[in-house]
């Protein structure tokens, strides 16, 4: 099956600064890709939809200003969590589905633990 | 998009068989069923995916009845290896929108 990748796996930061989170679609273009995130014990929660070449859709409830997503190519989107605190500590989760795919299917990448001290 | 209900957990042991039984009353005719796995500290992933009758690959069966308004997920013989979160959709996304996903069902399986 086709592969989405995420870096980094963990990261640790100060409250205060940014953290900027990669997903690649390895071996497919994705011209749409989407961000979760998933605290401890619950589902997924959609964060925003990330579009290649325009700009992100965001779910209500989610600062855009604070997480900044760029899809700059048909691989790559990037999430930017800005001036994080602890709150925004939580597992973040990228998918993107394959054009022409079966329903229902997308493919995750392995997720982006973040820890805001 | 239709709601689906799941059991939040479940227990099993090595070897066993495990049922995992979703409710979608208000499926639609042109949604699929569709079951994610997620590993602790992973990305979900697509497992299995039927309209109707029975569907069966090297991961699970399941079974849909003729009125679709549920589904039954069936692992044959678990292992450790087994515990997850397995997560029931009942949609007709094609690629332009986020998945949504449930509560989902949390399974652990003991030695």
Redesign the interface.
Known sequence: ?AV?S?HPSRVICKSGTSVKIECRSLDFQAT?M?W?RQFPKQ??M?MA?SNEGSKATYEQGVEKDKFLINHASLTLSTLTVTSAHPEDSS?Y???A???G???????????T?LTVL | LAKTTQPISMDSYEGQEVNITCSHNNIATNDYITWYQQFPSQGPRFIIQGYKTKVTNEVASLFIPADRKSSTLSLPRVSLSDTAVYYCLASQDTGRRALTFGSGTRLQVQP
Do not use: D
């Not at chain 1, 795919?101 to 997720?111: A, D, H, K, S, V």
């Open positions: 099956g989405v995420q749409t989407f979760y589902s997924l959609l939809t597992f989760i990228c998918s589905p394959i054009r795919g079966r329903i229902n299917e997308q493919f995750f990448g392995p997720g633990r």
